[in-house]
């Protein structure tokens, strides 16, 4: 499901398992999922990922963008249940995370599990 449609849908899938397919942005120590490279700062659109560890996991497995702002901005396919989220910039989280697929421009790396 895209991030555009996960949200149209969003308050009757809450506490489901659901699949993402968007972009997967690290930035400012937060993670989330947009629809598009383009709408990467706009939060209120995307979906938080929470992770104990993090960045600490993606950058183990997965190379980093370098000389920027963000460490990660590439698609990505994530499973993870669906839960409001009340932090004030993002509606909506993936929590229980069970999947997380991100591509890069050569190859595909497999950050969770």
């Known amino acids: 499901m895209k991030v555009d449609e996960l949200l149209a849908n969003a308050r009757d899938l809450v506490g489901e398992v659901v699949a993402i397919e968007g972009y997967f942005v690290f930035v400012d120590e937060e993670g989330f999922v947009v629809e598009s490279s383009e709408k990467r700062a706009d939060k209120q659109r995307a979906i938080k990922v ?63 599990p």
């Open 50 to 112: 929470v992770v104990d560890g993090l960045k600490k996991r993606m950058l183990a497995r997965v190379p980093p963008l370098g000389g920027g702002k963000y460490y990660y901005l590439h698609k990505a396919a994530i499973t993870g249940r669906l839960s409001p989220c009340t932090d004030g910039e993002f509606s909506y989280a993936l929590v229980d995370v069970v999947s997380l697929q991100v591509e890069t421009s050569c190859e595909s790396f497999c950050a969770i």
